[in-house]
């Protein structure tokens, strides 16, 4: 009994030891972790900025503007939330806090941080930013993006851009335009001649070439103009929104396609050196609610142009007409030798060899492109045509 005793003692002693052992390990592994968790956090902290942001934004868009100014404001709200309220974005339409065209100068000098609107209402202070806005003949909306995000387009607009002070991305898009709204009909150049047109950009510069006059003027202005005749013709931009400012009550002849504005890009600009200051986590919200938006406009120009064609094809005074294929086939030639020679003047009465350079960074894109685009969307679309 007793060597029993003694040898239950001695397993007792034991494994009371590996108990105490047991619990000293387990106290060590929590212990470390807790360490690990705190070491993360700390690290987490340190590279988050709890910094509250509070923004300006200014666009060149009209108040309430239907899906340009709505962008501007969904992109505030989107940022606004995926920051977890640590960049609040307040965005005013056009006029609101500067004048429509002041955006870029205002953004640029820091008097606010952010701006939307299109490159080619800049092109007096900065001619190549046409070519990230829209080319006629050029690449459509899906050409762009391709370029933009893949051919190195994007790096060489912030590249252009950077002198201004100026970070840029890619924010809307509102595909292939329509040509335009005439009191008579096109049926050559002959046509054009003498013209008084709105008509903004590069396409503005063909236009001229044509023959025409080019007239410059906001938005807000062109029904009166076009109504009591100031102008002969005007285009704005598609179905849902030419539909919305009632340019059909003010000239009968609606054409299509919209050679000058296949695929207008719009942008965000923001001032570097306040970007500079946002932390990375703020930077890669803003980049990527910015392509969030850009699919939104452009979906949304898609399914609205749509039902107000349907709205316009109804209209008794209304004809929609193509424009002749031999009138096309001339502007297109004159928009060759339109930036031909723009490049030239730039560089060498104005010392801007930066022309050029986007003019053949776009064409050389352009042209690669094509022949992909021939055997797929164009292929694609006679296809539907056959009967």
């Given at each position: 009994?007793?060597?029993?005793?003694?040898?239950?003692?001695?397993?007792?002693?034991?494994?009371?030891?590996?108990?105490?052992?047991?619990?000293?390990?387990?106290?060590?592994?929590?212990?470390a972790?807790?360490?690990?968790?705190?070491?993360?956090?700390?690290?987490?902290?340190?590279?988050?900025?709890?910094?509250?942001?509070?923004?300006?934004?200014?666009?060149?868009?009209?108040?309430?503007?239907?899906?340009?100014?709505?962008?501007?404001?969904?992109?505030?709200?989107?940022?606004?939330?995926?920051?977890?309220?640590r960049?609040n974005?307040?965005?005013?339409?056009?006029?609101?806090?500067?004048?429509?065209?002041?955006?870029?100068?205002?953004?640029?000098?820091?008097?606010?941080?952010?701006?939307?609107g299109?490159?080619?209402?800049?092109?007096?202070?900065?001619?190549?930013?046409?070519?990230?806005?829209?080319?006629?003949?050029?690449?459509?909306?899906?050409?762009?993006?391709?370029?933009?995000?893949?051919?190195?387009?994007?790096?060489?607009?912030?590249?252009?851009?950077?002198?201004?002070?100026?970070?840029?991305?890619?924010?809307?898009?509102t595909?292939?335009?329509?040509?335009?709204?005439?009191?008579?009909?096109?049926?050559?150049?002959?046509?054009i001649?003498?013209?008084?047109?709105?008509?903004?950009?590069?396409?503005?510069k063909?236009?001229?070439?044509?023959?025409?006059?080019?007239?410059?003027?906001?938005?807000?202005?062109?029904?009166?103009?076009?109504?009591?005749?100031?102008?002969?013709?005007?285009?704005?931009?598609?179905?849902f929104?030419?539909?919305?400012?009632?340019?059909?009550?003010?000239?009968?002849?609606?054409y299509?396609?919209?050679?000058?504005?296949?695929?207008?890009?719009?942008?965000?600009?923001?001032?570097?050196?306040?970007?500079?200051?946002?932390?990375?986590?703020?930077?890669?919200?803003?980049?990527?609610?910015?392509?969030?938006?850009s699919?939104?406009?452009?979906?949304?120009?898609?399914?609205?142009?749509?039902?107000?064609?349907?709205?316009?094809?109804?209209?008794?005074?209304?004809?929609?007409?193509?424009?002749?294929?031999?009138?096309?086939?001339?502007?297109?030639?004159?928009?060759?030798?339109?930036?031909?020679?723009?490049?030239?003047?730039?560089?060498?009465?104005?010392?801007?060899?930066?022309?050029?350079?986007?003019?053949?960074?776009?064409?050389?894109?352009?042209?690669?492109?094509?022949?992909?685009?021939?055997?797929?969307?164009?292929?694609?679309?006679k296809?539907?045509?056959?009967?």
């Amino acid at each position: 009994m007793l060597i029993f005793n003694y040898f239950k003692l001695l397993l007792e002693i034991k494994m009371y030891k590996f108990s105490v052992l047991f619990l000293l390990l387990v106290i060590f592994f929590i212990t470390a972790c807790s360490d690990k968790v705190e070491t993360i956090q700390n690290n987490a902290s340190s590279s988050t900025s709890m910094e509250v942001f509070r923004w300006k934004m200014v666009t060149t868009w009209p108040s309430n503007f239907p899906i340009f100014q709505e962008g501007a404001e969904r992109f505030a709200d989107e940022v606004r939330v995926m920051s977890n309220g640590r960049l609040n974005i307040n965005v005013y339409a056009g006029g609101e806090l500067v004048p429509a065209l002041q955006v870029f100068d205002a953004v640029s000098q820091g008097t606010v941080e952010m701006g939307h609107g299109s490159p080619y209402y800049w092109a007096g202070t900065i001619p190549e930013a046409q070519f990230f806005s829209s080319v006629p003949f050029g690449m459509t909306a899906k050409g762009m993006n391709a370029w933009l995000y893949n051919g190195g387009g994007l790096l060489l607009w912030q590249q252009i851009y950077e002198p201004f002070n100026l970070m840029v991305f890619p924010m809307g898009n509102t595909g292939v335009q329509m040509g335009g709204w005439f009191k008579k009909k096109i049926n050559s150049l002959n046509d054009i001649k003498g013209l008084r047109m709105r008509i903004p950009g590069l396409g503005g510069k063909v236009f001229k070439e044509a023959g025409g006059n080019t007239v410059l003027m906001a938005g807000s202005e062109i029904y009166t103009a076009l109504e009591r005749g100031a102008i002969d013709a005007t285009e704005w931009v598609s179905p849902f929104h030419d539909l919305r400012l009632g340019l059909d009550r003010t000239a009968r002849y609606y054409y299509y396609p919209g050679w000058h504005e296949p695929g207008t890009v719009f942008e965000l600009m923001i001032n570097k050196s306040k970007w500079e200051l946002l932390p990375k986590d703020l930077q890669k919200i803003v980049e990527v609610a910015a392509g969030a938006v850009s699919e939104w406009i452009y979906a949304q120009m898609e399914f609205h142009n749509q039902q107000a064609l349907a709205v316009l094809r109804e209209k008794e005074n209304v004809e929609i007409l193509k424009f002749p294929d031999d009138l096309l086939l001339k502007l297109k030639l004159l928009t060759k030798k339109t930036l031909d020679e723009e490049a030239a003047t730039l560089m060498n009465e104005k010392n801007n060899p930066r022309f050029k350079q986007v003019y053949d960074a776009y064409e050389s894109f352009r042209s690669n492109y094509s022949n992909w685009n021939k055997l797929s969307d164009e292929a694609y679309q006679k296809s539907l045509e056959l009967k």
